[in-house]
């Protein structure tokens, strides 16, 4: 869609240019809240050029206005150094009321980008419960996925299952030693973390018991090595790791379109590090083991081979990242991961690159902030993690509590499913509404609230205006009169705020960073409940105010209920 909003802005530049002034010096901005303007242009840089004092060149270019083409631009201003230009509301909004309305749900959409993007994340090990770090990791990983589709790419949704290793080792000794062939169903526990209890008990018993670590190495071996009644108990584990991470994922919305497993990984990655070899590109040390230089990228000396002729982590990295360029033939991948992992991250594209696989700018590591308790960092040493299972049951009662008070008598199941979707909207809300880069400091109580910067708020903003929209009797947009309409500031603020969404979705996509459409919905949401409790819209005496009411309350139902979607988040039509 060619949308008002790029026309209205085509517009100013159009002017601008007419005003003697070069396009790449059009800085445009959205004035901040409480200005009058949608679009302001900063004199600033014509100061030197023009050897005027900015706000007298804003004045002028201001004052060289008229509005007689009947465009979308109704009023330029001069405020100090800025030039603010305005819609023409009865121009503007039939316009941006038709496209709202063919638009439907893809409305702010972009044209097809004719790219491939891969992107990973999560990632769990198998031998625990997923924590609510790893909800921030699925939160970013599926709500990025959703905007870039939006944004016009084709996005493979990707997920690497650490199935291998001493880690997962540790699980299955615990329960080799003390699980008794117990089940979950014995214990009442979701499998996931049945296996995950096991972990914790080796972690613990480990304090005390040195031996155990050298059990755990002696078992990984003999898994390595094809030991039939270890490859059984593995079997058996991650068996109950996937019923449960399943649910989990069921639960949260999560779905993939490609899966890889480190056991079918890890032993390719050698042919890479011998063709490296071969070409120079690394260097055998004296004792055997393969290593690369990469002090001149300010990255140090990585070794890829040990001197017993394993590889290091890293290399199944870059086997893995060849096998889904080819599996997938992408144009980009995309990991979502820790920003812990930076320095990994920086190797291995460095590698890949260097190494002749796929060009670094091909690859970017979406790096996020850790999620921490009041308490302190999270651990599973210390037992201090909080499950992601767990944090969404008790935010699923938070939320039934808070319905209660107000629907006293919704039937039970009503409760639960509202409920739920609440609990979601609390847990995904927080953790997309703050930059990736942030370290979060969950607290569920401030999450829950129906009220301040939250996913409940914004539902609670859609079940008003949907309210509003059923108490109307309407069925379809009203036909307002917008020749007659004599629109508020008010008003106009917020349909721009609308007209605005493609480039939020725009900015997002190119920057990575759902906090920009977290924001952009609150300040949606502030703006028209602001809006509500100053009019009335359904008993306005005049019939044009109600009408054009009503149009507002359904195109910020409209984009609440598309921004909201991209991030994850179901909306309700009751609170």
Same mark, same amino acid.
């Given at each position: 869609?060619?949308?008002?909003?790029?026309?209205?802005?085509?517009?100013?530049?159009?002017?601008?240019?007419?005003?003697?002034?070069?396009?790449?010096?059009?800085?445009?901005?959205?004035?901040?809240?409480?200005?009058?303007?949608?679009?302001?242009?900063?004199?600033?840089?014509?100061?030197?050029?023009?050897?005027?004092?900015?706000?007298?060149?804003?004045?002028?270019?201001?004052?060289?206005?008229?509005?007689?083409?009947?465009?979308?631009?109704?009023?330029?201003?001069?405020?100090?150094?800025?030039?603010?230009?305005?819609?023409?509301?009865?121009?503007?909004?039939?316009?941006?009321?038709?496209?709202?309305?063919?638009?439907?749900?893809?409305?702010?959409?972009?044209?097809?980008?004719?790219?491939?993007?891969?992107?990973?994340?999560?990632?769990?090990?198998?031998?625990?419960?997923?924590?609510?770090?790893?909800?921030?990791?699925?939160?970013?990983?599926?709500?990025?996925?959703?905007?870039?589709?939006?944004?016009?790419?084709?996005?493979?949704?990707?997920?690497?299952?650490?199935?291998?290793?001493?880690?997962?080792?540790?699980?299955?000794?615990?329960?080799?030693?003390?699980?008794?062939?117990?089940?979950?169903?014995?214990?009442?526990?979701?499998?996931?973390?049945?296996?995950?209890?096991?972990?914790?008990?080796?972690?613990?018993?480990? &304090?005390?018991? *040195?031996? $155990?670590? /050298?059990?755990?190495? =002696?078992?990984?071996? %003999?898994?390595?090595?094809?030991?039939?009644?270890?490859?059984?108990?593995?079997?058996?584990?991650?068996?109950?790791?996937?019923?449960?991470?399943?649910?989990?994922?069921?639960?949260?919305?999560?779905?993939?379109?490609?899966?890889?497993?480190?056991?079918?990984?890890?032993?390719?990655?050698?042919?890479?590090?011998?063709?490296?070899?071969?070409?120079?590109?690394?260097?055998?040390?004296?004792?055997?083991?393969?290593?690369?230089?990469?002090?001149?990228?300010?990255?140090?000396?990585?070794?890829?081979?040990?001197?017993?002729?394993?590889?290091?982590?890293?290399?199944?990295?870059?086997?893995?990242?060849?096998?889904?360029?080819?599996?997938?033939?992408?144009?980009?991948?995309?990991?979502?991961?820790?920003?812990?992992?930076?320095?990994?991250?920086? &190797?291995?594209? *460095?590698? $890949?690159? /260097?190494?002749?696989? =796929?060009?670094?700018? %091909?690859?970017?590591?979406?790096?996020?902030?850790?999620?921490?308790?009041?308490?302190?960092?999270?651990?599973?040493?210390?037992?201090?993690?909080?499950?992601?299972?767990?944090?969404?049951?008790?935010?699923?009662?938070?939320?039934?509590?808070?319905?209660?008070?107000?629907?006293?008598?919704?039937?039970?199941?009503?409760?639960?499913?509202?409920?739920?979707?609440?609990?979601?909207?609390?847990?995904?809300?927080?953790?997309?509404?703050?930059?990736?880069?942030?370290?979060?400091?969950?607290?569920?109580?401030?999450?829950?609230?129906?009220?301040?910067?939250?996913?409940?708020?914004?539902?609670?903003?859609?079940?008003?205006?949907?309210?509003?929209?059923?108490?109307?009797?309407?069925?379809?947009?009203?036909?307002?009169?917008?020749?007659?309409?004599?629109?508020?500031? *008010?008003? $106009?603020?917020?349909?721009?705020?609308?007209?605005?969404?493609?480039?939020?979705?725009?900015?997002?996509?190119?920057?990575?960073?759902?906090?920009?459409?977290?924001?952009?919905?609150?300040?949606?949401?502030?703006?028209?409940?602001?809006?509500?409790?100053?009019?009335?819209?359904?008993?306005?005496?005049?019939?044009?105010?109600?009408?054009?009411?009503?149009?507002?309350?359904?195109?910020?139902?409209?984009?609440?209920?598309?921004?909201?979607?991209?991030?994850?988040?179901?909306?309700?039509?009751?609170?």
């Amino acid at each position: 869609m060619n949308y008002i909003w790029s026309k209205f802005r085509t517009e100013v530049v159009d002017y601008l240019k007419k005003q003697g002034i070069a396009e790449d010096k059009m800085v445009l901005e959205t004035p901040p809240a409480g200005v009058r303007g949608h679009l302001a242009f900063a004199c600033h840089v014509l100061a030197r050029e023009y050897k005027k004092n900015p706000a007298n060149i804003a004045a002028e270019i201001a004052g060289n206005f008229a509005n007689t083409n009947g465009g979308l631009v109704g009023e330029v201003v001069a405020t100090g150094p800025y030039v603010n230009f305005l819609v023409d509301g009865r121009v503007f909004l039939p316009f941006l009321q038709t496209e709202l309305d063919a638009g439907k749900d893809m409305y702010g959409s972009l044209p097809a980008q004719g790219q491939k993007i891969g992107i990973e994340f999560v990632q769990p090990n198998t031998n625990k419960a997923l924590s609510i770090g790893h909800a921030r990791n699925a939160s970013l990983g599926w709500s990025m996925s959703q905007v870039l589709k939006f944004a016009g790419y084709e996005v493979v949704r990707i997920n690497l299952f650490n199935d291998r290793g001493v880690h997962i080792c540790k699980s299955m000794l615990a329960y080799q030693k003390w699980g008794n062939n117990s089940t979950p169903a014995d214990e009442g526990l979701k499998p996931d973390h049945f296996v995950g209890k096991y972990y914790a008990m080796f972690t613990q018993k480990s &304090v005390a018991d *040195e031996s $155990l670590e /050298k059990e755990a190495q =002696v078992m990984l071996k %003999k898994w390595e090595e094809g030991d039939n009644e270890v490859l059984a108990l593995w079997k058996k584990m991650t068996k109950w790791f996937y019923e449960g991470v399943e649910e989990t994922f069921r639960r949260y919305g999560i779905e993939y379109d490609q899966i890889y497993y480190e056991s079918d990984l890890y032993q390719h990655g050698k042919e890479i590090i011998e063709k490296a070899l071969k070409k120079g590109y690394c260097y055998r040390l004296a004792d055997g083991a393969i290593e690369v230089d990469l002090e001149a990228k300010q990255l140090g000396k990585k070794i890829l081979q040990r001197r017993d002729g394993t590889s290091v982590y890293i290399v199944q990295d870059l086997y893995l990242a060849k096998k889904k360029f080819a599996d997938l033939q992408l144009d980009w991948s995309i990991y979502v991961v820790a920003d812990e992992q930076k320095y990994h991250f920086d &190797v291995l594209f *460095e590698l $890949l690159d /260097k190494f002749e696989i =796929v060009d670094r700018e %091909k690859n970017y590591h979406l790096a996020y902030g850790m999620v921490n308790l009041k308490s302190g960092k999270m651990s599973s040493r210390r037992g201090t993690v909080v499950k992601m299972d767990d944090l969404l049951d008790e935010l699923h009662i938070l939320a039934k509590e808070q319905i209660a008070i107000r629907e006293a008598d919704l039937p039970a199941m009503e409760l639960d499913k509202r409920a739920e979707k609440i609990a979601q909207a609390a847990m995904k809300y927080n953790l997309l509404n703050q930059d990736k880069n942030r370290v979060i400091l969950f607290n569920k109580e401030e999450a829950i609230k129906f009220e301040g910067d939250t996913g409940p708020y914004l539902l609670y903003t859609y079940a008003r205006v949907m309210s509003i929209w059923q108490k109307s009797g309407l069925d379809a947009w009203p036909a307002v009169d917008w020749s007659q309409f004599v629109g508020s500031d *008010e008003y $106009l603020e917020i349909m721009t705020q609308l007209a605005r969404f493609s480039t939020v979705i725009k900015k997002v996509a190119e920057e990575y960073n759902p906090a920009i459409l977290a924001k952009y919905l609150y300040t949606l949401a502030q703006l028209y409940n602001s809006y509500y409790h100053h009019r009335r819209i359904l008993d306005a005496k005049d019939e044009i105010d109600r009408q054009s009411g009503l149009v507002l309350s359904l195109a910020v139902a409209q984009i609440l209920r598309i921004g909201l979607s991209l991030m994850g988040i179901e909306v309700v039509e009751k609170m």
